[in-house]
Structures are given as C-alpha cells and as structure tokens.
C-alpha cells in the first residue's frame, strides 16, 4: 500500500488539489516531519511533472493544475517550514528581457523552481538591466533566469550580462538563459552560465549552477 | 477574407537560412505557391538577420516576393527604419505590420502608414503591456482606430489584431479574442480584423483541429482577416465555406471555383 506521502505526490501529480490539502492536513495530523511533507510529497510529484512535461507526456494545462496543487498544499505547511530548519535551496530571481512581453515560458520555470524549493522573485515581463543589477545587489539572489521569445530580444540578454558587469556584481551571480530562439552556442557567446531548453531542464540547471545534488 | 500568407519568416529555420544566403529561388517558391493557394498578401520577416542588416534583407524579400507573383506584401517589423526602407522598395499598397497603442511605436509608424498610404495591422497593445482583460483589450481598440483616422489612416486600411493567447496558460484567452472581434465591428463599421491562429493552440495536443475550430468562430464573430498559412488546405477550405454560410460570398462563386479545383478536399 502506498505510504500517505506517496500519495501526496501523487495527488499533485494529478493536480487535485483538495485531496493534496486533505492528505498534507494528515501528514501534519500524524506528526510526520515538514522536511518530509515537502521533499518526499510535494517537490518529489513536481519532478515527475517536470519530467513528464520535458518528454511531452504532459501538456502545460496539466502543468499548472499540478502547480496550483502543491502551491496550496504548501500554504498549509509554509508556516511550520522555518521551525522545521528546511532550508530553502536558493534564491533565484526570474524575468523576460527588455521589450519582450512573452511570460509564458518565464511563469513554467518559475513554477518549476518553486516546485523544486527555490525561494522565486518573479520580476516579470519587459524587464531591463538596471533592474536585474538592482535584484543581485539587492536582495542578494544567487541566479538570474533571463527569458526571451523573439529573435529581437535576445540582444538584451547581452546587455543585462553587460550590465551586471559594469556594476561589478557579475560574479556574485549564475546566469541563466531560455526561450524558443535561444540556443547553447547563444548562450556561450553572450557569456552566460548555462542555458535551459525548457522548464523542468532550468531547474535541473540551476541546481548544477548553484552547486547542489540533482 | 483577407488571407495574409505567414510563410515567409525568418524564424522559420529554412527561411532564415534563405534570408542569410539570400537563397532567391527560394523565396520565389515559397511566394509563388502561397499566391496560388490564395494569399493577397505576403508576409515578409527578416528579423534573423540581426537590427543592422534587417532593412536590407526585408527590402531583398519585398522585391523578390513582388517579382515572382507581382502579389504586395506585409512587412513584419517593429523596426520603423526596416519597414520605411521596405515601403520604399514596395510596389503598390503595402501592409504595415505591425503598429501597436505603446506610445513610442505609435509615433513612429503612424506617419510611414500615412505617407505610404499602407494597409496596417494594428495590435491591440500599449505601454502597460500585454492587455490581460477584455476591457483592456477594447480600450486600445478603441485609442488605435481613432488615432489612425485621425492620422490620416483611412477606415478601410486599419485591421486590429485582438492579440491571441494561449488557451493552455488562460482559459479565457479564446473568448476575449472573439469578444473584442464583435466589439471592432459593432462599434466601427468599416474598420476590420485580423489575427494569427496558432497561439491559441500552444502547449496542447491535435494543434490543427484547435486552430481551425478557433478560425471557425472568429469569423462568425465577424473576423475578416487572417494571418495563415495559405498551403494548409483544409484551414482555407474551411475560411471559404465559412463565408458562403455567412453570405460574404455572392452566388457561392468562390466557394464552387474552389471545389473545381480541388481546394475543398
């Protein structure tokens, strides 16, 4: 028989979120460890969602039901996570670049890496260079998630990383890249630290860059 | 309808390849087969190439397109240098695509649309961003046909794109769309409508069979532009048996020379 945080992760595998508030309200009730309820239940069935979404098993509807589930689910816990002495695993600040609104592919990796247990700073779309300096000095993020969905925009990615240097923060930061027209030898030529090809890839990436386990 | 054929974009890997090598047989393949399918414009985007070099190749695909079909073109750029350059090139009334309500971009191109007596496609966007609801969509609607007539842009040549979205990330993405599309033309008789299909389908599975249901409905909101891909032959068989069920087509004419020759299969 399935163990309750099995089903946990399976309740947000398939994004019903009543049932993965009802079986974290009875992890809570059988004093089964926070750490445990999050790594093993929540973040352990939003790596299957990543993978399933990376294989094209799931389409980006069944993505976000399974994010709304495990973002309530986290409501009910997120009060007792600081006692519990989890510690986030880092915090990443994510935007699309200057004069592109696309945020399509910008919210799925903010999803992901919240879904892994990133602490998130979603700047949104449009967002210019002085602002990603302004967040890495700041508010003191350890990587940067720059998107871009045009061809036009991609440019200023190449600002943003020129821009931090020129504000003498660039190596206090991983730099990572994504969107449709951007490839690895894009990323290579503008400097970046790593690129991702799509959501559930930026988080395996930004755990690489930030030293952690995979 | 008006068909604008898609196909000529550089973001499409073979095309841009095209542009960089300025690959003319190419290009006149590509033009040649979207006029006989039934476009009367052809979209032209070079934007692979980089800022610097976009006017160059945009006006190499503007006289290459118009010199293997002799059909005007649309040209595709947010850059106001590569599109007057374009309109230069441009014989006969070109398509402007895009203009939009952002303030900036507005000024720019509002008088290349004037001067060049263009056809526009008008986005329905301004400085706050992508409109997130109805209201906001219909409010710059609303900014754009009344500050192209007063621009000097006439009624006839204005077709506001309601912007499509994903259904996927927005539920409602779809509805808005024909919401605001019923909205132009009940307001401003004359003005009309254009949209891309495809973002209404990203990120689920049989994409066709969304777009083409989505093509449906539009025109029976009143669409009467589109922004396709003219070799896709069911789409366009589709945009032709929606006009004679909504009388745009006399006699059924276009309808029935179709069918003789083989496009409704």
């Known amino acids: ?214 | 309808m008006l068909i604008i054929g898609e196909r000529i974009n550089s973001t499409r890997k073979a095309v841009g390849e095209a542009v960089k090598a300025r690959d003319t047989g190419f290009i006149r393949q590509e033009a040649i087969a979207q006029a006989e399918a039934g476009a009367h414009f052809l979209d032209c985007n070079g934007a692979v190439v980089g800022v610097e070099a976009e006017p160059g190749a945009l006006v190499w695909l503007v006289q290459t397109c118009q010199e293997a079909t002799g059909v005007p073109c649309a040209i595709d750029t947010p850059n106001a240098q590569a599109m007057e350059a374009a309109l230069k090139a441009h014989q006969g009334q070109a398509f402007i695509n895009s203009i939009t309500a952002e303030k900036a971009k507005f000024d720019r191109i509002l008088p290349l649309a004037r001067d060049y007596k263009a056809k526009v496609v008008a986005l329905c966007l301004d400085d706050s961003g992508i409109p997130q609801t109805l209201e906001a969509r219909i409010r710059n609607a609303d900014f754009l046909v009344k500050g192209l007539t007063a621009g000097g842009v006439a009624a006839d040549d204005i077709y506001l794109d309601p912007l499509v979205f994903p259904v996927s990330t927005s539920g409602e993405a779809g509805l808005h769309v024909l919401e605001t599309i019923r909205h132009i033309h009940a307001a401003y008789p004359g003005v009309h409508t254009v949209c891309g299909l495809s973002n209404i389908s990203y990120g689920l599975p049989a994409r066709k069979l969304l777009n083409r249901a989505f093509l449906v409905l539009c025109i029976g909101a009143g669409l009467d532009g589109v922004i396709a891909d003219p070799l896709d032959q069911p789409l366009m068989a589709l945009v032709r048996a929606g006009e004679v069920l909504l009388a745009r087509d006399e006699f059924c004419a276009e309808y029935i020379a179709a069918a003789r020759q083989g496009k409704l299969e």
């Open chain 1, 1 to 214: 028989m399935p163990s309750l945080l099995e089903n946990l992760a399976q309740y947000v595998i398939e994004g019903n979120a009543p049932k993965a508030k009802e079986t974290t309200d009875a992890l809570l009730e059988q004093h089964v460890p926070v750490a445990d309820i999050v790594n093993k239940g929540l973040i352990a069935g939003m790596e299957v969602v990543g993978r399933k979404f990376k294989s094209n098993e799931f389409y980006i509807p069944e993505v976000l039901i399974a994010a709304r589930a495990m973002k309530q689910s986290m409501e009910k816990v997120k009060p007792l996570i600081a006692d519990a002495g989890i510690e986030s695993k880092g915090c990443v600040a994510v935007g699309t670049v200057q004069g592109d609104l696309h945020d399509i592919g910008k919210n799925l990796v903010t999803m992901m890496l919240e879904g892994a247990g990133f602490e998130v700073i979603d700047m949104g779309t449009d967002v210019g260079p002085a602002a990603f300096v302004a967040v890495v000095k700041e508010k003191g993020v350890q990587a940067l998630g720059l998107s871009a969905l045009l061809t036009t925009t991609m440019p200023a990615m190449k600002e943003t990383i020129n821009a931090l240097q020129e504000a003498g923060v660039r190596d206090r930061v991983k730099v990572m890249v994504g969107g449709a027209p951007l490839t690895q030898a894009y990323a290579d030529e503008i400097g970046a630290d790593g690129y991702a090809p799509d959501a559930a890839s930026a988080v395996d990436k930004a755990k690489e860059l930030l030293g952690l386990a995979a």
